[in-house]
């Protein structure tokens, strides 16, 4: 089979090392010439243009946002030039209107589609631990299938409908960004009480909330380390908003979600963007008083 | 060591039959004749009075509320037929404020006093499986740490002011009851976008959220079975109200601590205070306009 | 002065009516065929198609939203057979971001654009008693400042950026559904304690509060009358989308706006959206138990 | 009429002096020396303790809080000496649960008890300007209705129940606290987006929101004039807590009233107790990244 594969970030270029492992021949472009250069070594073949590519019997993308999707015509006008059959797999973080929209824009040209959104970090795509979904026509899916499940250590079909996988994705980052929001709130009530929060984090994460969610973002806590980011707070920022753009497309009132947006929004304004999106703690502590 | 014990309810009982096994005397007191013969079986020695039981070198315990701690005497009039070199162990989920009342009465009647509430519920309790905690002078932690110890599967010294350990189990509250109103929220977006909230429990509790909360919660949310409870939501909203006033206390404002507040109040309203606390995830569907 | 008009809904007719009376001659285009003929018996010429209106000196349109204007094409392509010199007086309340883009794509034009939303309902427009605020270029303003000036009964130059007139109009929406969801809180909880809010709401207009928003909603919110809808919540539920964007996009946290946001969004599952906005009192009574 | 007065703080003084002018004896007393002999100067007899006041035919108050009143023993140990028949009119802004048990520990000594809290700041109290509430036994309002309504401009009977008077009052000050909020929120946004907040406020306070509330809060927020405090923050704080206590008690969640409340309690920990409550607007505006 020959993959097409646009989008060589930090995720993408970890994904398409795995993609090459499962034999097929991948034909790779990005924005970034050393990105493609990278892949090139790994045994990819170059694409000069998002065009050739596409010149292929599965596409699989990985773009930042709506916005780079567009630009890059994968909204229609990139897709006018693709061959019969081809199918579409597109792994980005997304809103679920515009997954809708994607799916109908490939659809009018006689293309598949599919999301297949995933959870992990760069270290986790690099490694095939990621957790990767995927929702659309279950024929497109079991197309793919054998790909997909080499990228991760759980592969789940979440729906038949592309938008599908996308709300699921957009639902996770929720849940992690509210484990957050209340292990900074917890934290904030228990300094400003005189007790630690790392002896509280140790107590939790020892028991009821033994999952990595909380050990891993507890010890950032405690530690007050929102540096280096893990994963930055403009993009968090960005994934609750398209929780919110779903929420309020689907009519579900989410006062939760609303909170962790605002809070955001505020970190925003304050100028943490680059900060571990973590620094929901930071910004209940400062709140409190403390000193951060 | 003669220890004194009252307070037999669900969590109560098992409690005083562990302290049992421990090999100390107990003389034993509750408001529920049953619940003494109970514990009498076991080998402990019935008390007529909550005085009767107070005649001894160690009290434990166990009552509902501040109200019910009242009730029994316990923040004063009680304390004045106390022995000397008295040392009160007091294991329930109280407020912050009442504990250093609680405290400060102690030590005006010259008594020891330490605040040593637990996470778990009643099966863990008679299992010896709870997490205790335990803030107050260190020596006299120390007095009863070998019995603390049999109590459960982890101890933890959390501070050296007895309300300390309050405030630490009312956090540990907020964070289950914060884990729960992100779980409800999560399966109302999903459930009203078409994807099942079974497969994505299954996904996160299979990854970053393997752990008891998610696992046990995630169970009763996407089954619906908020009956019978496992713990009431009339007690959940009693202790995301002493949250509220902890936070009022210190002076950090919780903005995630008021959304799940306002949430077991609506459902107070509602007349669910019977439901399993996890029914805020029922709010949430609800809400959403599904059937519940 | 040429006058084109674009969008006769209750607002537009109003409105197009009153500029007939400044003498100008207007010409009028409406998707509604209804809606011409009647501007048409007051003296205006009838426009088969949008591209006609557009043949004027001063263009004023006042459609439904930014989807709205978009299907006609004042985004950009029917902007490209607008005449050289045209300024555009858009009156929508549209977001703060395609009020931007719009400004673009006129400059880009060669085309004058200003943003001159109004508060008022339609026979406040009908009457002329509009509040009509105007944001742009000062020299574009002054042109048809006479106009607008006839269009109500106060008239305010509110920035030098198009997009701020919009912010304005949001703002000022913001604070009447901010008022509305205190009213109705206040109600609810009254009612609950058994006092009349029609006593409260009295006292109150007849002193701190003796302003229209409050006496206006204040009497549909004691009585329960949210039909016929003044102003449909649907329409609410936009413009609280509205200020949640313009706050995401200029990084203003808005606790409150998001608490009314969602109460609409709440409103909306519950299939009241043809309901008086207003209805957010009744949303408050039924949260707290009450029939409605 | 014998009237006693306990409280002359800068509401009691003014009010007791108004008092004086119906020509009724009045014996105050008050924690302050100052104030009793500045009262005396205008016609008063001094009380030299709060029992002194006691002994009169209706005892007026105006004490702080509900710890103030419980300080001097309203509550229960002062009404041991209460002459017979005697009606106790409380002024003072106290919570609900409190009016409800200062009304059975007055029924259970024999005494008349009716709750008449007011809407008004000093100058207001002192001009005989207040809004003047009362809720009570029919027959007991009546007998003090001559001098209460001569206290303000307006008098309202708004319960049968005297916690009813006290919920009315608490509800007014949300009013106001959510109306300075909202105020505030939309001038954070407004500066951030470049629009003048005062060109704002006069275009609304000269329309739709044209009420002493808004005209007197804008002005504030607009100059950033949060000193002096006309109203203190910590007690909006105070008042804020006891909406939420009644809400608590009535099983009515008030998403705004948390808001607000979380406001309060943010400025509290950020130090700003002593300024004006509108500088729930000064909060807006540092979350929003503004300098103030």
């Known amino acids: 089979m020959k993959i097409g594969f646009i989008g060589l970030g930090a995720m993408g270029s970890g994904i398409a090392a795995n993609i090459l492992k499962t034999g097929h021949e991948v034909v790779a472009w990005s ?3 050393g ?19 596409l010149q292929a019997d599965v596409l699989f993308s990985m773009l930042a946002s709506d916005a780079a999707m567009r ?12 061959p019969r059959g081809l199918l579409h797999v597109n792994m980005a973080t ?3 209107a515009f997954a809708r929209e ?3 824009a490939h659809a009018k040209h006689g293309l598949g589609y599919i999301s297949s959104p995933v959870f992990g970090r760069p270290d986790a795509a690099a490694a095939a631990k990621l957790t990767v979904m995927a929702a659309g026509e279950p024929r497109e899916i079991e197309r793919v299938r054998p790909i997909l499940e080499k990228l991760g250590v759980r592969f789940a079909v979440v729906g038949d409908k592309p938008e599908q996988a996308n709300l699921f994705k957009i639902a996770g980052n929720f849940m992690i960004a509210s484990a957050i929001e209340a292990m900074g709130e917890a934290a904030a009530l228990l300094r400003k009480g005189g007790v630690d929060p790392g002896v509280f984090f140790d107590v939790l994460t020892g028991g009821l909330f033994a999952a990595p969610a909380y050990l891993i973002y507890s010890k950032i806590i405690a530690g007050k380390k929102y540096e280096p980011a893990g994963f930055k707070l403009a993009l968090g ?3 609750a908003g398209l929780t919110l753009a779903a929420a309020r497309e689907l009519e579900v009132a989410l006062p939760l979600a609303s909170v962790v947006h605002d809070n955001f929004l505020e970190s925003m304004a304050a100028g943490w963007g680059e900060l571990d999106w973590s620094s929901l703690a930071k910004l209940a502590a400062v709140r409190a008083g403390l000193d951060d």
Do not use: H, Q, Y
């Open 31 to 33: 924005r970034s010439p």
């Open 35 to 53: 990105a493609v250069e990278a892949i090139e070594k790994r045994g990819a073949k170059p694409a000069s243009t998002p065009e050739v590519a």
């Open 71 to 82: 630009e890059v015509g994968l909204d229609g006008p990139l897709l006018e030039r693709a």
């Open 94 to 96: 997304i809103s679920v």
């Open 102 to 104: 994607l799916a109908g």
């Open 237 to 239: 920022f960005k994934d």
